[in-house]
């Protein structure tokens, strides 16, 4: 016999409450549809749910095991309650985010455990990838959202674009390297050390390339390629190579990984470094409190990171 979750949640709030009435008042019911409900249950059952003529009213052991099941159901209702107001406050959830490996790992996984200090409850799943990819994982609701640098964004699209910081690159070596010591740092001074090389097919790699024809080298020497982001790093730390980094990446890692940067810009294409969702599949709340957290804390580093830039005479005024 399948009795209704809600007789249980009556039954229970007989019991609880001490007498029909004042059952009837917290269920929102009437006295004599929550009589009519109890009738049809002893009916049903073939058994009596409460002792007759007994005041105050006195259930049978047959209903205080349902009064029992009732309670059940009615902290799952609490629960199921708490858990969709949870759920629209952006504590729970699962968000699927992507971004490009270099500035996910370097900068944006620790903003992610920070969030989820205080949100346990949402999941988070961090994918790799580059700015085409991502972007067509966003149109086919397989991210919710993707960090990734962008040249030029058609408001048209079906995508939005919210800006974090200016993607800028910068010629990055280990805090004591011979380099530092010089005194007006000419091109030709770059191209006498070897150079690290990120994945191919990466931007970055394309980045590398690309400064290195601007600054005159008639062939590129790579002595270290292929590497994550952690490879890279600990070799750059140990070594006399350069590396063309994303500004943010050496900001985030210079103490970590004994790095700075060199007061020189490479040429390279510009680029902002923002948020891309999708217009036709906006993500949940709990991603949407992500994005603001992220924001919020790149927000708080920009000083931070314009102090850095001024110490390393990264954005000197002749390279404006």
Known sequence: MQIDPRHLLQIWAIVDAGGMSEAAAILGMTQPGLSRTVAYLETRLGEPLFLRNRRPIEPTPLCRDLADLGAAVRRATVRASDVAESFRRGERGDIRIGGTPFFMDALVSAMVGRFQRTRPNVRIEQVYGYTASLAEKVRAGQLDLAICPVEVFDTDSDLTFDPILTGR?????????????????????????????PPAGSPLSADLRTALVNLGAEHVRINFS??????ILAHLGHSDSLAVLPFGVVFARRQADNITALPVLPSGVPRALGFVQSKLMPPGPAAL????????AFAALRPEMEDYARLCRVYRPDHE
């Open 169 to 197: 690159n910068v010629v990055a070596c280990r805090a004591g390297h011979p380099l530092l010591a010089l005194d007006g740092l000419q091109p030709a001074d770059l191209l006498r050390y070897p150079w690290t090389e």
């Open 289 to 296: 409190q992500l994005k603001m957290h992220v924001l919020s």
């Open 226 to 231: 292929g590497a994550s982001l952690a490879g």
